[in-house]
């Protein structure tokens, strides 16, 4: 069993559509990071949380410490939302435990 | 805005060839990470330097893998030699304070090691 596990590995949604990716992690952390990956490979950081929600635009990150589970919300999503998005969890020397990823397409 | 550095962006060797690859971490970034991205799954790391220092090398191949950050800036990632497993995207990240704070990482674009 992976130490960080997501879910769907694969959504597909409608332009305008709300979209929730789930993540689950079974080691204790210092906080749990969402980035964004495109095909070519570049990894962007979207948020690192410890507690509560953070919000940037039309992304949601909220994490749950009781039940080790953080979800992202895209409102509105849009095709250029399209990308891969992972979860990862960091300890306490910021090493980044990553999940497998979920594959997100936006279809106009 | 300051980026994360990676050469080559791809390689093509065959195995048992050695390869090397660069990473210029944000100016100023004490932290380097080195992260290993096969086909489908999520990175996982390999080395973690803080200055010159290993933080963190328990998942490097130490019988084939090599990694240095003489200076405490730019770092090299060596392979040899090189084996058909090896196939996969090389990242480069760096971080902003020491390995004991929580910080967002920012990633170079990766090489793309393919070994025939």
């Known amino acids: 069993k992976n130490e960080v596990e997501q879910s769907p590995q694969n959504l597909t949604a409608q332009e305008g559509e709300f979209i929730t990716i789930n993540c689950s992690y079974s080691v204790g952390i210092s906080a749990l990071h969402w980035l964004q990956q495109h095909p070519g490979g570049g990894i962007v950081s979207l948020f690192m949380?410890?507690?509560g929600k953070k919000k940037h635009g039309r992304l949601i990150a909220t994490i749950n410490i009781q039940e080790k589970h953080s979800s992202l919300h895209i409102t509105a999503s849009h095709p250029r939302d399209s990308a891969v998005y992972i979860c990862a969890a960091s300890g306490a020397t910021n090493k980044l435990i990553f999940g497998t990823g979920t594959l997100l397409a936006v279809q106009p | 805005e300051a980026e994360v550095a990676q050469s080559p962006r791809y390689k093509i060797t065959e195995k048992s060839q050695a390869v090397a690859f660069w990473c210029d971490p944000i100016s100023g970034h004490a932290t380097l990470y080195w992260y290993r991205q096969i086909l489908g799954q999520g990175p996982e790391l390999l080395v973690q330097f803080q200055d010159e220092s290993v933080v963190d090398d328990s998942q490097l191949p130490k019988d084939r893998f090599s990694a240095e950050r003489l200076k405490g800036v730019d770092s090299t990632l060596k392979i040899q030699p090189a084996e058909l497993g090896d196939s996969a995207m090389y990242l480069c990240?760096?971080?902003?304070?020491?390995?004991?704070?929580?910080?967002?990482?920012?990633f170079g674009p990766g090489t793309r090691l393919l070994v025939l």
């Open positions: 949380l410890s507690s």
């Open positions: 990240a760096s971080s902003w304070g020491t390995s004991r704070f929580q910080e967002t990482q920012y």
